[in-house]
């Protein structure tokens, strides 16, 4: 088969099951998203991406809003149209207000214009960014 | 010429030092970044890049240490090396931690991941994120 | 006309049939993909293009199935739906089973994760790289 | 401090040491590369990633190989000149010889710039590629 | 709310019908793209984004056919299906022909390709590009 | 052997003779860049490339300064440093002024930014781009 569909629930076997429990339980969800009903088509990356976002988005020095902000802006950034619409919707979950939005809107393209801007002006970096 | 050179404060025309003045002036700086001294090439696009940066970066509903700290997600994401470099500086600067940093980098990593994983598996965007 | 649309066998020009015709006698297909029906429009490219894409394809040193996934993994890492379709199909056709597949998909979004914690962290070389 | 410097092992916490040493011992080598002194400023992240890059590069149903030179596919497409370096001399101590890489290299400058084609040209996905 | 809707005149802000109106008079059309309506939930980043590509893509030394093929160039490159379309139509109504989209196209892949090249060989710069 | 060293003429075999030969002749210089110098490690990469650059730069519809001024508007976009080099110099041997560049600069730092705006905010393709 080339195209893969989701697996849901009740077709999946023990280890993505458990997986899709720990989602559901952790963010206190009914369903989990389609990136990890398709992810389950290879169990061992299935349980390793959800171990490692877990605890990567687990709220740290950094508040889960300001988190999924950053992921919103490199999913931005890099044009994944899933990655923008589903951590869009965390983000705001997650308190981001439509001004915040905004204002990482202006932060994400004024930064892909600038790096662009460093790269064409072949920028030498300062001593002083060295320490 | 092929490549270019700093254009610094002594050798610029007035258009370029009212903008060195204010960046100095802005951010509370004596001296202003090669990046501004390479853009000074052209100063129309010197005067509209600052303009633009001061007004997106100024502290809204968002801080200066969450703006920097999106700056950097993205200029990490492009590979922009003296972006990286200068970014980097400007959120320590603004109160980023090293631990600060390093979940910041957790989350750029991670993005970067999972923004393969859905293009890969070809996931569609699930209807709860469209409302 | 703003956007293009296939040109078909039977209206493409005696250049562009001669594409065809060694497209579908080298692949074995009754039909070429919508990408050889759209590059048709600039007949120059789309003979450059199909030349090389079967010098480079061809089985050398690597086998057709490793071509492909290689190929793929490119794709996935610049999010090109079109190319993730037809890549991800020539690569089954080749021999990648599921299996194959899973483990493709976490090389790519491991390489994507730590090319940017390799960017971020400015990881300098190391010597015993260089030989 | 504004940018880092490798931790060394001498220098290193327990937790860092233990990362180290599975390292050397999972590969065989007496010192770890660059990248791991540098991630090692973080620990969490240290670990997570190596457990992961680990699990992912073990011979599966591709070889050691084949999974570094995908790794190395995707790092020349995305520019990161650290891990072009590092996993081109990992795939090579794989096996990968010259005519391989040189292969690998046309398969990578190809597919780069057939998705820009696939891009611009807005080729619609074929119904054969979707089952 | 989540996902974003179109901002129509009628029920803009007087800042929002402001920009719309300089662009309808400045473009001399009668309805703005969907891109402007959609900046619109934020008049800030629509009035700054407005005036910046005013400035820009005004007749310089380049005309304007060309500045919008080269908008055209980094869109395809960075694959923006939106900009891809946005800026096709805006380049064929500067003059664009289909010959030489033709050959933007031509040039757009034979630059992603030696890009990677460059990289993937690790190419040295030449002493004679730094004069 | 990790990395690669240039192949020099004297050093070279019959073929790459023969395309560092062809590229002399046809860019009217005395020797060849380093990229050229770097493909010759594949023998068949070096004269494939060599064939397509040579086909799509030259002056067709587009002239030749048009031509390399979209070439490196791509190689700013992407980043690559010996690219935006050598691309640099070719666009300025053609005839490009340092207004030009300036005016070429400012339009991909902000086709970069507009890119991302149009992701972020999910804009949909206008039904007028598409006739």
Redesign the interface.
């Known amino acids: ?4 569909s989701p697996i849901e629930y009740r077709d999946a076997n023990a280890k993505v099951r458990a997986v899709f429990d720990d989602i559901k339980r952790t963010r206190q969800v009914e369903e989990v ?3 990890w009903k ?2 389950a ?2 169990a ?2 299935l349980q ?2 959800w171990e ?2 877990k ?3 687990a709220p ?3 508040d889960a809003r ?2 999924e ?21 965390a983000a ?1 979950k997650a308190g981001m ?4 939005f ?25 001593d ?4």
Chains 1, 2, 3, 4, 5, 6 share one sequence.
């Open positions: 088969m080339s195209a893969h998203n389609n990136f398709y992810l088509h290879d061992a990356t390793r991406t490692s976002v605890e990567v988005m740290g020095t950094l300001t988190k902000m950053i992921y919103l802006a490199v999913s931005v950034t890099n044009g994944c149209a899933y990655c923008i619409a589903s951590h869009g919707a705001r207000t439509e001004e915040m905004g204002e990482l809107m202006a932060i994400v393209g004024m930064a892909n214009e600038t790096n662009r801007l460093a790269n064409g002006y072949r920028v030498p970096i300062d002083a960014f060295e320490r």
